[in-house]
């Protein structure tokens, strides 16, 4: 925006980006560039500024300011792209609108890729051509976090899963007892002395995995999971060292610690020669660790990668669990995480559990793969220096809620509940957040006959 002042950002930020040498930015768009595929290069230049994104982002239908209009924030990186990498950018820059990666630029970049973009990819399926916006902003946030210029909150989310081996820091003595802790709770719900939460029992067939919010905050999330393998008679186990399904460089864009995060998990799970590693109900963990891991890595993977949703509807199929729907009376909606359905393909799995397990289930409008975000990805909830932006943008979401009428949402994302426990307190909504599983769990059958032989 000519004559603008650039926007501003926070203190530690503009002191490392100060800081940046020419070098500095030079090997960042060098990476930048070298991330980026020859389709993508090509997509770069293809914009027709038909404005039909628009409509398509929470950002911008709460708030419908320019700066929030997907093509907007598509347009910081293509100026960008075309005056580094482009002949017509490089010799007639000011022709083509094509910008240098200065340090105003960064601080746009920096505003609108991480402060406006909850990387949730409704833009891309609306684009006229076909450009994936939210990925290319991705690819761009990697650009940034290349020159440690991550903000606040996401920076130290990613730093402590790397360092710590989960994002909350959550040390192994601290998950073991609360582990302990649920296996009471669990012989004391099924009354059978010998059901556990199984920890780093090697021949198990499953490797479960969990959010670290749910030992965290929400443990009763993680007993539910429990509750259903048990009433399935699965064989599994968790693991005391890998057990965080999140994996928050899909959000700073560092495909290397993207790597290394998801890797740890698969280790973990040919070590302990696990079939199948499931994940919980964690929208991005389960994006990332099923569907971009293998990018990441180089490789495919070696055990099979699956929801807990998808491992459910199996045991309801197979009848080794049994519903009743009478336990979850109250009118119940659902609420779609992006990284799970969107972009992530599981969409009916939960609508079949959910129909079983609650009898009075309806759907908000638009849903699955057209559902808005809830505005609390793209790594928003960490970052506490756009708080206020997140909650407004969660107000699409809010509406869809209220229109229904429900007095329950489910969703099988933790990252969702934790924006949606916001926005229900914000916006007066008045309803229960819970998992899908939670729901599962309440309506399961417990006097079936042992079918674990
Ligand atoms: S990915 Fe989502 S939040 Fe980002 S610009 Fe597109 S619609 Fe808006
Ligand atoms: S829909 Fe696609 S082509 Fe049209 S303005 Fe948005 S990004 Fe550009
Ligand atoms: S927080 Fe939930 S709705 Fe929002 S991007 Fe993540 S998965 Fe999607």
Request: proline share 5%; with cysteine.
């Amino acid at each position: 925006m000519a004559g603008k002042q650039p926007p501003k950002i926070e203190d530690f930020l503009e002191k490392r980006l100060i800081a940046a040498t020419n070098e500095d930015l030079e090997k960042a768009r060098a990476a930048f560039r070298a991330k980026l595929g020859r389709d993508e290069a090509a997509l770069l230049n293809s914009c027709i500024h038909c404005g039909l994104c628009a409509e398509a982002c929470h950002y911008y239908l709460s708030d419908p300011q320019p700066e929030n209009l997907p093509a907007y924030k598509l347009g910081l990186v293509i100026k960008v792209f075309k005056r580094h990498f482009t002949p017509s950018g490089r010799l007639a820059p000011g022709w083509v609108g094509a910008k240098d990666l200065d340090a105003d630029r960064v601080r746009e970049w920096i505003d609108a890729l991480f402060g406006r973009c909850s990387l949730c990819g409704r833009c891309s399926l609306s684009c006229t051509m076909g450009i994936g916006i939210s990925s290319l902003i991705r690819t761009a946030r990697g650009l940034l976090t290349s020159l440690d210029l991550v903000p606040s909150g996401l920076d130290s989310t990613v730093k402590t899963a790397v360092e710590k081996g989960n994002n909350m820091g959550i040390d192994r003595e601290d998950w073991v007892e609360t582990v302990d802790w649920l296996s009471e709770e669990l012989r004391t719900e099924t009354g059978d002395p010998e059901a556990s939460l199984p920890m780093d029992k090697t021949g198990s067939r499953v490797l479960y995995t969990v959010n670290p919010r749910e030992p965290k905050f929400f443990p009763l999330s993680l007993l539910a999971a429990a509750r259903i393998f048990h009433a399935a008679g699965e064989s599994w186990t968790l693991s005391s060292a890998d057990f965080d399904a999140t994996n928050y460089g899909l959000y700073s864009g560092d495909d290397e610690v993207s790597a290394l995060l998801s890797g740890r998990l698969l280790k973990t799970a040919v070590a302990l020669g696990a079939e199948a590693l499931i994940l919980p109900e964690c929208g991005h963990g389960f994006n990332s660790n099923r569907w971009e891991a293998p990018e990441w890595i180089g490789r495919a993977h070696p055990v099979d990668v699956r929801s807990i949703l998808e491992v459910t509807v199996d045991y309801v199929k197979q009848g080794r669990i049994r519903l009743d729907p009478a336990r979850n009376p109250k009118k119940t909606t659902l609420h779609d995480p992006c990284n799970l359905v969107r972009l992530g393909g599981v969409a009916e799995e939960q609508r079949f559990l959910l129909k079983r397990a609650a009898t009075d289930f309806v759907e908000m409008t638009p849903n699955r793969e057209k559902n808005y975000c809830c505005g609390g990805g793209g790594g928003q909830l960490s970052m506490t220096a756009f708080a206020d932006r997140r909650i407004k943008a969660g107000g699409i979401k809010a509406e869809q809620i209220r229109k229904t009428g429900a007095q329950v949402v489910a969703t099988p994302c933790h990252n969702c509940i934790d924006q949606l426990l916001e926005l229900n307190k914000f916006y007066k909504l008045g309803v229960e957040i819970r998992t899908v599983s939670e729901i599962v769990a309440d309506a399961l059958i417990l006097d079936t006959p042992d079918r674990r032989d």
